[in-house]
């Protein structure tokens, strides 16, 4: 039952029908919301309609009143006029007279009665016409303030920006600005903590992000300057097999008191953070003949390390050790040697 009236209902709310001044020569013809629309949207145009209605209608009222004096002159000439055969030589003159001028009277009353409905409809439009005339003057107001408003906040923030560039100069004059400090690796050990591994780890595999690397660190107080990377979807031959660990030797400020080739012995692992003992671990004796090794120049040189660190099978087998808080941990444990 409520199917059948709620299909009652569509059918009534999708009904077309036409403008009520269809009489007047609107075409317009659309559901119910549609014609609210077109109504209040349609305003100067329908005033146009009615007032050439009105305009008719005033012609076709001139008209009348032309045609009832002609036979009011008419009906005077005649009682002037002497003689006894006056009906039948009107009626001979004017045989349809009379049934004229009930129609043109019929008419005239016609015109009586929807003159008043018309000029109330044109009064209401005037008067819709009057208050949406209001209302666009007032958006029109709105609209200028908002843009003498905009303007000036525009001035403003161009001061401030102004007065912002010139206050970050000041402060650079005062307070010049160094690179960071670079840490120190206590005892010759850096850890490197990789966070948000997962997503890392997949903008490694998408290409993304080929390899991750470290911030730099000294091997010492006044030692080695390097940083590690690491492959988490591996390098060249061990790509898509294992993960790839290097250290790369970088310009330092003691390069010049330290000892070349690179001769150091290098722990590199990867930790695990349940038992330390069960970590990746792979221990490097650099050989002094690598370009790799020697005192670097200009962004450094290239890496040194190993490849096939540890499989990605072993790795993803044990992830629950290796990976905890999606945290990696990466460690670089250096001999000491004296200057």
């Given at each position: 039952m409520s199917n059948k009236i709620n299909g009652h209902e569509g059918k009534h709310i999708k009904k077309r029908q036409s403008c009520t001044?269809?009489?007047?020569?609107?075409?317009?013809?659309?559901?119910?919301?549609?014609?609210?629309?077109?109504?209040?949207?349609?305003?100067?145009?329908?005033?146009?309609?009615?007032?050439?209605?009105?305009?008719?209608?005033?012609?076709?009222?001139?008209?009348?009143?032309?045609?009832?004096?002609?036979?009011n002159r008419l009906a005077e000439r005649a009682e002037?006029?002497?003689?006894?055969?006056?009906?039948?030589?009107?009626?001979?003159?004017?045989?349809?007279?009379?049934?004229?001028?009930?129609?043109?009277?019929?008419?005239?009353?016609?015109?009586?009665?929807?003159?008043?409905?018309?000029?109330?409809?044109?009064?209401?439009?005037?008067?819709?016409?009057?208050?949406?005339?209001t209302a666009m003057e007032k958006c029109d107001a709105l609209a200028k303030s908002m843009e003498r408003e905009l303007e000036s906040n525009k001035r403003t923030i161009n001061a401030l920006q102004d007065k912002v560039r010139q206050l970050e100069q000041n402060i650079s004059l005062c307070f010049p600005m160094n690179d960071p400090p670079v840490e120190v690796a206590q005892n010759g050990i850096f850890i490197w903590s990789i966070a948000q591994f997962r997503s890392l780890r997949q903008e490694t595999i998408s290409g993304l992000r080929p390899y991750?690397?470290?911030?730099?660190?000294?091997?010492?107080?006044?030692?080695?300057?390097?940083?590690?990377?690491?492959?988490?979807?591996?390098?060249?031959?061990?790509?898509?097999?294992?993960?790839?660990?290097?250290?790369?030797?970088?310009?330092?400020?003691?390069?010049?008191?330290?000892?070349?080739?690179?001769?150091?012995?290098?722990?590199?692992?990867?930790?695990?953070?349940?038992?330390?003992?069960?970590?990746?671990?792979?221990?490097?004796?650099?050989?002094?003949?690598l370009q790799s090794l020697q005192k670097p120049k200009a962004n450094g040189n290239i890496p040194y390390g190993v490849p096939m660190f540890v499989s990605l099978t072993e790795f993803y087998n044990r992830l629950g050790e290796f990976v905890h808080d999606d945290i990696l941990f990466v460690k670089a444990e250096v001999e000491h040697r004296k200057v």
């Open positions: 001044f269809e009489k007047l020569g609107c075409r317009f013809k659309g559901t119910r919301s549609k014609a609210h629309k077109h109504e209040a949207m349609s305003i100067t145009l329908h005033m146009n309609l009615l007032l050439e209605e009105v305009l008719r209608l005033e012609k076709t009222e001139e008209a009348c009143g032309e045609v009832l004096e002609k036979l002037e006029q002497p003689g006894v055969n006056l009906d039948m030589q009107e009626e001979a003159s004017c045989p349809d007279l009379n049934e004229k001028l009930q129609e043109l009277c019929h008419t005239v009353q016609l015109l009586q009665i929807r003159v008043p409905g018309l000029e109330s409809k044109t009064g209401e439009l005037q008067n819709k016409v009057a208050v949406t005339s991750l690397e470290s911030e730099a660190f000294y091997t010492s107080q006044y030692g080695y300057k390097m940083k590690l990377r690491i492959y988490l979807n591996g390098n060249e031959q061990a790509k898509g097999t294992h993960i790839s660990l290097y250290f790369t030797l970088q310009t330092g400020d003691f390069d010049s008191l330290l000892k070349w080739p690179f001769a150091e012995t290098v722990r590199l692992s990867i930790l695990s953070q349940t038992n330390r003992e069960d970590s990746a671990v792979h221990c490097l004796s650099p050989s002094g003949l």
